[in-house]
């Protein structure tokens, strides 16, 4: 009977563990981009030229504003432009590799990664730490003469198990094998 007990409190907290308090950063914090108010976009013989870009951000409820870095750059492109963010005292900056690039109607699609080189805390507890990888996408408006930066985000990255969870974790399934082999 206390076996029993013993094999369905360790099945019980193996269901529980893996809630959101046993992963680093569980609830992702997206960075919101919205409709860029200065710079431009043009588009050449296979490269697309960033002057100027910037516009407001927001970041788990505060408002802010990105800049993109003034470059030209094929798509995939092999070096980074720098993309910035600053919401309230945080701030985020990191290098942008573009990796697709499509054109539907007067819209033109952009994704890519985004390599995080500096971060304030408030951007760093919410995953976005140095060295870290986030993917980065946004959407240009091309049909009102200036093309513009329409709306886009950077999702932060997929949330990893702290390593004293995965030892836990283990150790659960080690234990409840052993319990069940007894019971054979």
Do not use: C
Not at 98 to 116: C, I, N, P, R
């Amino acid at each position: 009977m206390a076996r029993r007990l013993v094999i369905g409190l360790v099945f019980v907290a193996l269901a529980l563990l893996p809630s959101g308090s046993s992963f680093a950063n569980a609830i992702p914090a997206v960075v919101s981009l919205d409709h860029s108010t200065s710079g431009s976009i043009s588009f050449g013989s296979g490269s697309v030229t960033f002057s100027g870009i910037s516009g407001p951000a927001l970041f788990e409820g505060s408002l802010g504003t990105y800049s993109l870095g003034n470059d030209t750059v094929k798509v995939p492109q092999p070096d980074p432009i720098l993309f910035t963010v600053a919401v309230s005292s945080a701030s985020l900056a990191g290098s942008l590799t573009l990796d697709f690039m499509q054109t539907h109607g007067q819209h033109t699609f952009f994704e890519g990664t985004y390599t995080v080189t500096s971060s304030t805390s408030g951007f760093s507890n919410a995953g976005f730490s140095v060295g870290a990888v986030a993917d980065l996408n946004f959407v240009t408006d091309n049909g009102s003469g200036v093309i513009m930066l329409s709306d886009g985000e950077i999702d932060p990255p997929v949330p990893v198990p702290e390593p004293g969870t995965i030892a836990l974790v283990g150790s659960g399934l080690l234990v409840a094998a052993v319990l069940m082999r007894r019971k054979s």
